[in-house]
């Protein structure tokens, strides 16, 4: 049964921290990732681990030579539903791996995702056939973060 560790990401945003007038520490959750590139594995990619996501997404010259299932055309939306505020997609289903520093790594999974038509948006692990099918596990408090089958 595979344990990948999970890191923490911090960082100051000064402009936040202006407005509250204090230190306000922004912190994300990510893991390393790799997607299946015909019979062999692309580089490493680190991505926000986000529990609020329902679909993973992947940018534009991540996902562009990779190996995909189309499934359909789409646009996104976020907390701003305007339509010049969406993202374009194609709703793809593609292999990835999630693997860490110690040489873990989890058996492959197909997934849906978000593959982004552009490249100004994150690498982001959601929900749909990823995170629902393993335990996540974290504590900012120790620094302790993993994902297992």
Same mark, same amino acid.
């Given at each position: 049964m595979a344990k990948v560790k999970l890191f923490f990401d911090t960082f100051q945003y000064e402009e936040l921290n202006r407005k509250v007038k204090e230190?306000?520490?922004?912190?994300?959750?990510?893991?390393?990732?790799?997607? @299946?590139?015909?019979? +062999?594995?692309? #580089?490493?990619?680190?991505?926000? /681990?986000?529990?609020?996501?329902?679909?993973?997404?992947?940018?534009?010259?991540i996902w562009e030579n990779l190996q995909f299932e189309k499934i359909a055309e789409y646009k996104? @939306?976020?907390?701003? +539903?305007?339509? #010049?505020?969406?993202?374009?997609? /194609?709703i793809g289903k593609i292999s990835c791996i999630l693997v860490d520093r110690y040489c873990n790594e989890t058996k492959e999974k197909y997934m849906y995702a978000f593959l982004a038509l552009v490249d100004n948006v994150p690498l982001i692990l959601g929900f749909k056939d990823l995170l629902s099918k393993y335990k996540v596990v974290f504590d900012f408090r120790t620094k302790e973060a993993y994902i297992q089958e």
């Open positions: 230190n306000f520490e922004i912190i994300r959750l990510r893991c390393s990732v790799q997607f @299946k590139d015909e019979n +062999t594995w692309s #580089e490493t990619y680190d991505a926000i /681990i986000d529990t609020g996501a329902y679909c993973s997404l992947i940018p534009l010259s996104i @939306k976020g907390i701003q +539903t305007k339509e #010049e505020c969406s993202i374009p997609v /194609i």
